[in-house]
């Protein structure tokens, strides 16, 4: 049976959590604090963990680097409100598996939960990497190290857009795809680098042979090397047996290093020695390896600034800019927003064996015009969230998150600025009402307004806008499941 670790400040979710997944045959152990989860961990091996990112004592990234260096081979889904996208996007490329977005929805946690345990190192298959003859890809790590992210061809996964700026991103692909030149990738998390490598790899002379892609933020400076280069049988403690890298994996083909910047020193050492000689030496080797590989590699900070910074080796970077791309964010390539929510809607309707068809007109006016820090992967999330909550042919307003939703609404700060109408049916108060001792003897529409307020004072933290409400924050779930706000069986 699994143990799942559940992390959490708030004693109520911890024990919804429990009681869900223990009767989906898991063994759950529920902790309310950072320090507690640590602790034990040190007695425990947890085969998965499930993390809020705001704790009281730690940030969520201090405690996922704390999982990592205890449990690298434990999967951890990150929970986190949508206020809070960017910062989830960012401890995800330190080693988080994904992010789930609040308020949760039990089947949403279930399937992403399933899908991170299939995926987990200890149950993946010897690896090879994509070819057309063998018709798909799977990782290439060891037990206990990281997966290396492989994108197969020709499956369908990924689409490309049709807004103004990707038809000259596509001009580009045109053009540098036929030479062997290396490419720096340079957008956003989630907005599409990974696509753009594997279209250049698909129109280049190398597509019938291995595309790899790796996520070095992911990778552990401790692995990194056996990850890329490889090692000998014995080359450190746990070397049982050799390992081919990925570099050598994707000889003749081509290798994709998403967010680069995140190697360290040493490994970026090792890879200038492959750019300029195309040559490995596996670790605890003491032979070379010709190779003829492209290399692509992505960023989402600029590798200049990153070099003059001492982040990045200056020379290295010379080596890799033969040429760039610049992916522009989605929310400023809106005429790609509902090609890519209905390909995710195709998907996500294959997944759970259903047929929705669309989206409402109002779904569409909202989702179009909502900012997305989150990029393609938080418009993909939602979209499937949606897709679960959807009974009819289409997606309609209720089915999306609270906060996609009152996107809108939240944007007004000044209590003189006209509402739109409050989810009750009644006008808004349209004046703040003071929090403390106020909450009760409002009506339900003023009642809306007063959660607002709080949510945004706080961040949309739920522990912080309880206290500011001077209620305690079951009576504030209650409160937003009135609103249609949250759904927890």
């Known amino acids: 049976m699994t143990k799942i670790l559940v992390i959490d400040d708030d004693n109520d979710m911890c024990m919804l959590l429990n009681r869900f ?14 320090n507690g989860a640590i602790e034990w961990m040190k ?4 085969g998965l963990v499930l993390c809020d990112f705001r704790l009281e004592d730690m940030t969520g990234v201090d405690l996922l680097g704390k999982i990592k260096e205890m449990h690298p081979g434990a999967p951890v889904i990150i929970i986190t409100g949508y206020s809070d996208v960017k910062d989830a996007v960012e401890v995800m490329k330190l080693g988080a598996y994904d992010y789930v977005t609040k308020p949760l929805f039990p089947d949403e946690i279930l399937l992403t939960i399933k899908k991170a345990l299939s995926e987990s190192p200890e149950e993946q298959s010897p690896a090879k990497a994509y070819t057309p003859a063998s018709g798909g890809a799977a990782t290439t790590s060891s037990a206990g190290s990281p997966k290396a992210k492989q994108i197969s061809n020709g499956d369908g996964q990924y689409i490309m857009g049709n807004s103004p700026q990707f038809a000259q991103i596509m001009k580009q692909i045109d053009l540098v795809a036929p030479t062997n030149y290396s490419v720096i990738i340079y957008g956003e998390s989630g907005s599409g680098k990974e696509a753009i490598a594997q279209q250049i790899h698909r129109k280049s002379k190398r597509a019938n042979k291995p595309f790899v892609a790796i996520d070095c933020g992911a ?57 300029q000689e195309r040559k490995i030496r596996r670790v605890g080797g003491n032979k070379d390896i010709e190779l003829d590989l492209r290399i692509i590699i992505a960023s989402n900070e600029r590798l200049w600034d990153a070099a003059r910074n001492g982040k990045f080796r200056e020379d290295l970077y010379h ?40 989206f409402a007109k109002d779904v569409q006016d909202i989702l179009n015009n909502y900012v997305w820090y989150g990029n393609l992967r938080e418009l993909k999330n939602v979209v499937k969230r949606a897709t679960l909550l959807t009974d009819g042919e289409y997606v309609e307003v209720k089915s ?47 009642e809306y307004e007063v959660i607002l307020d709080a949510l945004k004072q706080s961040n949309f933290n739920k522990s912080k806008a309880a206290k500011l409400l001077n209620i305690d924050r079951k009576t504030l779930y209650n409160k937003m499941k009135q609103f249609k706000a949250f759904k927890m069986d």
């Open 21 to 34: 997944l223990t009767r989906n045959g898991y063994e759950v152990t529920g902790v309310n604090s950072g």
């Open 43 to 46: 007695k425990h091996q947890p």
């Open 219 to 275: 990778l552990s400076k401790e692995l990194a090397g056996s990850e890329l280069f490889g090692h000998e049988k014995g080359a450190f403690t746990g070397a049982l047996n050799q390992k081919i890298g990925s570099m050598e994996i994707a000889n003749e083909g081509t290798i994709f290093l998403d967010e680069i910047a995140n190697l360290s020193y040493d490994i970026q050492v090792s890879l200038l020695r492959v750019v």
């Open 319 to 358: 080596r890799f800019n033969e040429f760039s791309i610049e992916v522009p964010p989605l929310r400023e390539r809106k005429d790609d927003i509902m090609l890519f929510a209905n390909h995710f809607l195709q998907i996500t309707n294959a997944e759970l064996g259903k047929n929705v068809k669309g």
């Open 400 to 446: 999306l998150p609270f906060e996609i939703s009152n996107y809108q609404k939240l944007q007004f700060e000044a209590p003189s600025v006209a509402q739109p109408e409050s989810p009750m049916g009644g006008m808004s108060a349209g004046a703040s009402v003071p929090f403390e001792n106020k909450l009760k003897s409002a009506n339900l529409d003023a």
